[in-house]
């Protein structure tokens, strides 16, 4: 095993993932941690929208912008912990959700809360990544 990179996998010894997520990422002792505060779905002018998936959509967004403001990719994205106060639209999430990781998910996190910061806040993602 390259010990010099992010390695991700899921043990045979145990059930595999219920969804599109590793149970172990590993990241090697030279890395560098990056931990963002939970990336909800404003727009650029400050507006969330009304819709669940729309303010899906925008945190996505979101992440893709602070992951570029430190030349990171979703390669380097090591852990993603999902809160939400509505039931996920998974079909919708996981379209999101691929075009942001391909098929090399990190380990990933999801609990559902009666509310967040603000109460019209509807999901907000944390992501932490290590870059080699």
Known sequence: MDNSKIT?????????????????????RNAELYVTSGQ???????KLPESFN??????FANIRK???SEQLTAGDIIKVNIWATEKIDWEF???EWSQLFGG??????VGYIT???LPEIKIEIEIWAAKV
């Open 54 to 59: 729309q303010q899906l959509a925008n945190t």
């Open 40 to 46: 909800i779905g404003v727009d650029f002018s400050g």
């Open 8 to 28: 991700r996998r899921n043990p045979g010894n145990m059930p595999k993932p219920v969804g599109n997520y590793s149970h172990i990422t590993k990241i090697p």
């Open 66 to 68: 602070v992951l570029a």
């Open 104 to 109: 090399d998910y990190p380990a990933m996190t």
């Open 115 to 117: 509310e967040l910061g």
């Open 93 to 95: 999430m996981y379209s």
